[in-house]
Structures are given as C-alpha cells and as structure tokens.
Nanobody, 126 residues
C-alpha cells in the first residue's frame, strides 16, 4: 500500500482543516489507518486511528471532541477533520496503514505501522 497525504496548510486558531490520505493497493480496505503528527523538536505522536471495517476509532486525548477520522472505501481514502484548531496542533501530519487480521482492530502505536505517507504540514497561528 502506498499512501499520499495532503490537505495541510496555514489556519488561524479556532479554524478547521480536513486532511486526506489516499491509498493505492488492494489491502487498504483491510487495514487499520492512523494519523500521527510530529511537531518541531518533538517525537511523533498518535492522533487518531480507524479500523479496517470502520467499526472502531481511537483518538488521542488532546484531540478528542475536535478531530474526527473517517474513511471512504470507493475512494480508498481516510480523512481527518480537524476543528477548533489550536497552535499546539501545529505539526507535520502523517498517515499510516497496516493490514490487520481482524477488520475491527485499531492500531495506535507508531511501531505497529509499516506503510507511511509523506506528511503534510499543518500550521495554526494564534
């Protein structure tokens, strides 16, 4: 699976952005897909993930209630809708995918993922 992430940009605090992760390959629909982010000088951290069948999602505490992850099977895409953005959300956002045995499994650790997109920059100004 090859992944391409896009949709980042510059937005004011309180604004919204939608990130897209588009995949090529046949196993995307059978994969847990997650978004991670890495701020300047920081380690990569988990943001949100969705199971292969879409039945389960997981969010970092810092984004709960503000971000929503979803997937579109015909388009082989996973989206991250980000609302009420804060300056601390500024980071490079990466999508990642990993085929799972159970389609309801959600993976949330960086080391769980084997396929990564190139990253898209999100900058939130105060």
């Amino acid at each position: 699976v090859q992944l391409q992430a896009y949709g980042g940009g510059l937005v004011q605090a309180g604004g919204s952005l939608r990130l897209s992760c588009v995949a090529s390959g046949r196993t995307f629909s059978m994969s847990s897909v997650a978004w991670f982010r890495q701020g300047a000088g920081k380690e990569r951290e988990f943001v949100a993930a969705i199971a292969g069948d879409g039945s389960h999602t997981s969010y970092a505490d810092s984004v709960k209630g503000r971000f929503t992850i979803s997937r579109d099977y015909p388009k082989k895409a996973v989206y991250l809708q980000m609302n009420s953005l804060k300056p601390e959300d500024t980071a490079v956002y990466y999508c990642a995918a990993r085929q799972t045995y159970s389609q309801s499994t959600v993976l949330v650790q960086t080391f769980d993922y084997t396929n990564w997109g190139q990253g898209t920059q999100v900058t939130v100004s105060s």
